[in-house]
């Protein structure tokens, strides 16, 4: 069964569009969901809608379970600690390796202090099926920039869609509740944000209203935040 | 054959808030909850695969310990499953499936491959293809009923270790179909009871027509699904 | 190790491809060729029943030990049948060295399924005195050799072992409920029909070889068994796999049909 863009897609169709596209030898870019078999067929391998932008194609799909890609940013738990590796839990089916080089201005005499239970906001460097995730917690030039141990505030797990949908540019929440109270947030595409404020009430708030926001669509946000805002007059 | 007709299939997805793929279906009064956890860390060093991952199925009954009637069937739902998950995307990993039988009013086991399917989907793992599994048994005046409700299946007494179900002596035997949504090829079969060859081709021919109905569920369903999850996070297609 | 072993190691695929295009087996059969079937009979003298069948390297032996027991609440005048099979590392190194493994369990269920589905036994026949009295039928059958095709093999073991089942005669005193035994007195149990399993699998969309081997099982894309009794099918497993065209199934069922003729030939004859 052949498919469009914009279609909902279900597992074994077949993307006209893209073959097409790349028999006129322009390049096309396969994302999430989407893969070509050996007759050259671009194939959906999961169900949810067909999205295009510019050359990428890719199915919008609902996931809970992370699978680690290269340049996300994650949350991860330290689990364990080796002679030159954090073993850090991200959500996937292994734990994935941070050295202790990959932080700003470590050294192999100064390590960074971190400790098994600590929160770490990294990005993922490596992630190749048959390999252990590898993580950094510095940029490319060697500057930490946001990234490092996430101290106080609370985090939680939630659906990999709940992510994507507040960090889209066309999502006004995390703006929106900015202007009712200062907070800060880490959202890790594996499914775990972390947020903080001044006290622990306002966190717990915030926390509500964000799993809320799952479900609300975009132009219901400010209703979702005047809500909001009127319960932490009550609680505060 | 425009008098088709299948049972009343309804399912719920993401029932579980803790699995990573979960729903409830029901086809008629047969009803099962099956639970989809994975990729996860393969639980036991023996399962490794370094080239594809671990399926590992869990079937429970209605009531009792699972016995060796259970391991049957998951077999041969890790067989099914196995082939329509691209596990080769997934290597040195385990895919975990739990069904939990609810209600058997004839039928469990293809609503149990069907909701296997739902979950799958729901839970985002890559599949090659969906595949759906029709029941239908064939009653004592030699007529193919598809997917028949309420028939009363006895305990067969006939072994004390294993007590297999087996439909009454009304039917003379019923056939599980499953089938890929590709080709709407046949890719396995179940059979109880004895019957001739041309029953098993009528019998194979009316479940293929009725597969259809099962594939146009699934679609019906992600797309109310995608409606409520996805569709409200990317503005361009509201 | 010579030029073809070391050829069939690297590509075993190509290796059955390539025999299959020259029409002829690695092991040098037809393909609706079915292997050497060996059938012998009472092999153990101290059970009730027992047989030991070789096809090809695949061998199973039988044993069939009879006791007796109350029966159900549920169904009072019916015996039991209670077939396991054992598929240890003995026979084949895929399976687990120690403990019941899945696959024997879900043979175990196969069996069974197909000795009820084919009705060749009437429980009814296994009771001595109604709701008091009833033979249980402990089918032991343990596989030596798995070399493909093991569900063939314990069927016609298990058939074979039923056929020379003989049970001694019990006398049940319903008053007293005192049971006599008496040894010298047997008598053989009533079959309907005998079910007949024979296994198919389909290489590469377009090769139907009968009686898979091992190597050729393990690189099968689909594989069929199916058994009959009295030219009725009374099981159908395809356990994943490419769909069979229609003409392809029948000739299938033909071929069965046909060995299960050949097979009942070959048990009358012993």
Redesign the interface.
């Given at each position: 069964m052949e498919v469009e863009v914009g279609n909902i897609v279900l597992p074994g169709n077949i993307v006209k569009e893209a073959e097409s596209l790349a028999k006129e030898n322009k390049k096309v870019v396969l994302g999430n969901g989407l893969r070509s078999d050996e007759n050259e067929k671009v194939v959906v391998s999961k169900s949810g809608i067909l999205c295009k932008r510019k050359n990428i194609f890719y199915v919008d799909s609902y996931q809970k379970r992370y699978i680690p890609a290269k340049n996300d940013t994650v949350i991860g738990i330290v689990h364990s600690k080796t002679l030159d590796f954090f073993w850090v839990d991200i959500n996937c089916s292994e734990l994935a390796s941070l050295p202790y080089l990959a932080f700003e201005g470590a050294t192999k005499k100064n390590r960074p202090d971190i400790n098994i239970g600590d929160l770490i906001y990294c990005k993922v460097m490596q992630s190749n099926p048959d390999l252990e995730p590898e993580l950094v917690c510095v940029d490319s030039t060697g500057k930490k920039g946001n990234l490092g141990e996430l101290k106080d505030g609370l985090m939680f797990s939630c659906t990999i869609n709940l992510v994507r949908k507040i960090l889209n540019e066309k999502c006004t929440l995390l703006h929106l509740l900015s202007k009712e109270c200062p907070y800060e947030i880490a959202a890790g595409i594996n499914g775990r944000i972390w947020i903080n404020s001044k006290n622990i009430n306002t966190t717990i708030l915030l926390r509500n209203t964000i799993l809320e926001a799952e479900y609300t669509p975009y132009h219901q946000m400010k209703n979702l935040v005047d809500r909001f805002a009127s319960e932490l007059t009550g609680i505060n | 054959m425009e008098d088709l007709k299948l049972k009343a299939i309804t399912a719920e997805m993401?029932i579980l808030s803790r699995?990573?793929?979960s729903v409830i279906i029901s086809q008629g009064d047969s009803s099962c909850i099956v639970d989809v956890?994975?990729?996860?860390?393969v639980n036991s060093a023996a399962n490794i695969d370094?080239n594809k991952a671990y399926v590992d199925v869990l079937y429970r009954p209605k009531c009792g310990i699972p016995g060796?009637?259970e391991?049957?069937k998951?077999?041969?739902i890790k067989?099914?499953c196995?082939?329509?998950i691209?596990t080769t995307?997934?290597?040195?990993?385990?895919i975990n499936f739990q069904i939990q039988e609810m209600d058997d009013s004839s039928g469990i086991f293809a609503c149990a491959i069907n909701g296997c399917n739902i979950g799958l989907?729901?839970?985002?793992?890559?599949?090659?293809?969906?595949m759906a599994a029709v029941h239908c048994v064939l009653d004592e005046t030699d007529e193919i009923i598809i997917d028949p409700d309420c028939i009363e299946e006895e305990?067969?007494?006939?072994?004390?270790?294993?007590k297999?179900k087996?439909i009454s002596g009304k039917y003379k035997?019923d056939f599980t179909f499953v089938f890929?949504?590709?080709?709407d090829?046949?890719?396995?079969?179940?059979?109880?009871?004895?019957?001739?060859?041309q029953k098993?081709?009528e019998a194979?021919k009316l479940s293929r027509q009725a597969c259809r109905k099962i594939?146009d569920f699934?679609?019906d369903l992600?797309?109310k699904?995608?409606v409520?999850?996805?569709?409200?996070?990317?503005?361009?297609?509201? | 190790m010579s030029q073809e072993n070391l050829f069939k190691a690297i590509n075993p695929v190509k290796f059955v491809l390539d025999h299959l295009e020259k029409n002829v087996r690695p092991d040098g059969r037809e393909f609706n060729e079915f292997r050497a079937t060996i059938i012998n009979k009472d092999s153990i003298s101290r059970a009730e029943g027992s047989a030991l069948v070789k096809i090809g390297n695949t061998t199973v032996l039988c044993g069939i030990k009879a006791e007796l027991a109350e029966p159900d609440n549920i169904d009072q005048n019916i015996g039991f049948i209670v077939p396991n099979i054992e598929l240890s590392k003995l026979c084949s190194p895929k399976y687990r060295a120690i403990g019941v493994s899945v696959d024997s369990q879900v043979m175990s269920q196969t069996i069974f399924n197909i000795i009820v589905n084919s009705e060749c036994i009437d429980p009814a026949d296994l009771c001595i005195a109604k709701g008091k009295l009833v033979w249980v039928l402990y089918c032991d059958l343990v596989c030596l050799d798995d070399d493909g095709s093991v569900l063939d093999v314990a069927i016609l073991a298990l058939s074979t072992a039923l056929k020379s089942l003989k049970l001694p005669k019990v006398d049940f005193d319903i008053d007293t409920k005192v049971i006599k035994v008496n040894d010298k007195i047997r008598s053989p149990l009533k079959l309907k029909c005998l079910p007949v399993a024979s296994s198919f699998i389909i290489f590469e969309n377009d090769y139907l070889l009968v009686d898979p081997s091992s190597d050729e099982e393990n690189i099968a894309d689909t594989t069929v068994t199916v058994s009959t009794s009295d030219g009725k099918i009374n099981y159908i497993h395809q356990p994943g796999g490419n769909s069979i065209e229609p003409a392809k199934f029948d000739n299938i069922v033909r071929q069965a049909i046909n060995r299960e003729k050949y097979i009942k030939s070959l048990l009358d004859s012993i």
């Amino acid at each position: 069964m052949e498919v469009e863009v914009g279609n909902i897609v279900l597992p074994g169709n077949i993307v006209k569009e893209a073959e097409s596209l790349a028999k006129e030898n322009k390049k096309v870019v396969l994302g999430n969901g989407l893969r070509s078999d050996e007759n050259e067929k671009v194939v959906v391998s999961k169900s949810g809608i067909l999205c295009k932008r510019k050359n990428i194609f890719y199915v919008d799909s609902y996931q809970k379970r992370y699978i680690p890609a290269k340049n996300d940013t994650v949350i991860g738990i330290v689990h364990s600690k080796t002679l030159d590796f954090f073993w850090v839990d991200i959500n996937c089916s292994e734990l994935a390796s941070l050295p202790y080089l990959a932080f700003e201005g470590a050294t192999k005499k100064n390590r960074p202090d971190i400790n098994i239970g600590d929160l770490i906001y990294c990005k993922v460097m490596q992630s190749n099926p048959d390999l252990e995730p590898e993580l950094v917690c510095v940029d490319s030039t060697g500057k930490k920039g946001n990234l490092g141990e996430l101290k106080d505030g609370l985090m939680f797990s939630c659906t990999i869609n709940l992510v994507r949908k507040i960090l889209n540019e066309k999502c006004t929440l995390l703006h929106l509740l900015s202007k009712e109270c200062p907070y800060e947030i880490a959202a890790g595409i594996n499914g775990r944000i972390w947020i903080n404020s001044k006290n622990i009430n306002t966190t717990i708030l915030l926390r509500n209203t964000i799993l809320e926001a799952e479900y609300t669509p975009y132009h219901q946000m400010k209703n979702l935040v005047d809500r909001f805002a009127s319960e932490l007059t009550g609680i505060n | 054959m425009e008098d088709l007709k299948l049972k009343a299939i309804t399912a719920e997805m993401n029932i579980l808030s803790r699995s990573d793929g979960s729903v409830i279906i029901s086809q008629g009064d047969s009803s099962c909850i099956v639970d989809v956890n994975g990729p996860i860390e393969v639980n036991s060093a023996a399962n490794i695969d370094m080239n594809k991952a671990y399926v590992d199925v869990l079937y429970r009954p209605k009531c009792g310990i699972p016995g060796v009637n259970e391991r049957y069937k998951e077999k041969t739902i890790k067989g099914l499953c196995e082939s329509i998950i691209l596990t080769t995307l997934y290597p040195k990993t385990q895919i975990n499936f739990q069904i939990q039988e609810m209600d058997d009013s004839s039928g469990i086991f293809a609503c149990a491959i069907n909701g296997c399917n739902i979950g799958l989907l729901n839970s985002g793992l890559e599949m090659k293809f969906n595949m759906a599994a029709v029941h239908c048994v064939l009653d004592e005046t030699d007529e193919i009923i598809i997917d028949p409700d309420c028939i009363e299946e006895e305990t067969l007494a006939f072994t004390r270790v294993q007590k297999p179900k087996r439909i009454s002596g009304k039917y003379k035997a019923d056939f599980t179909f499953v089938f890929e949504s590709l080709k709407d090829s046949l890719i396995s079969v179940h059979t109880n009871g004895s019957f001739s060859l041309q029953k098993y081709n009528e019998a194979l021919k009316l479940s293929r027509q009725a597969c259809r109905k099962i594939f146009d569920f699934y679609a019906d369903l992600v797309k109310k699904c995608s409606v409520v999850y996805i569709k409200n996070s990317i503005l361009e297609y509201i | 190790m010579s030029q073809e072993n070391l050829f069939k190691a690297i590509n075993p695929v190509k290796f059955v491809l390539d025999h299959l295009e020259k029409n002829v087996r690695p092991d040098g059969r037809e393909f609706n060729e079915f292997r050497a079937t060996i059938i012998n009979k009472d092999s153990i003298s101290r059970a009730e029943g027992s047989a030991l069948v070789k096809i090809g390297n695949t061998t199973v032996l039988c044993g069939i030990k009879a006791e007796l027991a109350e029966p159900d609440n549920i169904d009072q005048n019916i015996g039991f049948i209670v077939p396991n099979i054992e598929l240890s590392k003995l026979c084949s190194p895929k399976y687990r060295a120690i403990g019941v493994s899945v696959d024997s369990q879900v043979m175990s269920q196969t069996i069974f399924n197909i000795i009820v589905n084919s009705e060749c036994i009437d429980p009814a026949d296994l009771c001595i005195a109604k709701g008091k009295l009833v033979w249980v039928l402990y089918c032991d059958l343990v596989c030596l050799d798995d070399d493909g095709s093991v569900l063939d093999v314990a069927i016609l073991a298990l058939s074979t072992a039923l056929k020379s089942l003989k049970l001694p005669k019990v006398d049940f005193d319903i008053d007293t409920k005192v049971i006599k035994v008496n040894d010298k007195i047997r008598s053989p149990l009533k079959l309907k029909c005998l079910p007949v399993a024979s296994s198919f699998i389909i290489f590469e969309n377009d090769y139907l070889l009968v009686d898979p081997s091992s190597d050729e099982e393990n690189i099968a894309d689909t594989t069929v068994t199916v058994s009959t009794s009295d030219g009725k099918i009374n099981y159908i497993h395809q356990p994943g796999g490419n769909s069979i065209e229609p003409a392809k199934f029948d000739n299938i069922v033909r071929q069965a049909i046909n060995r299960e003729k050949y097979i009942k030939s070959l048990l009358d004859s012993i």
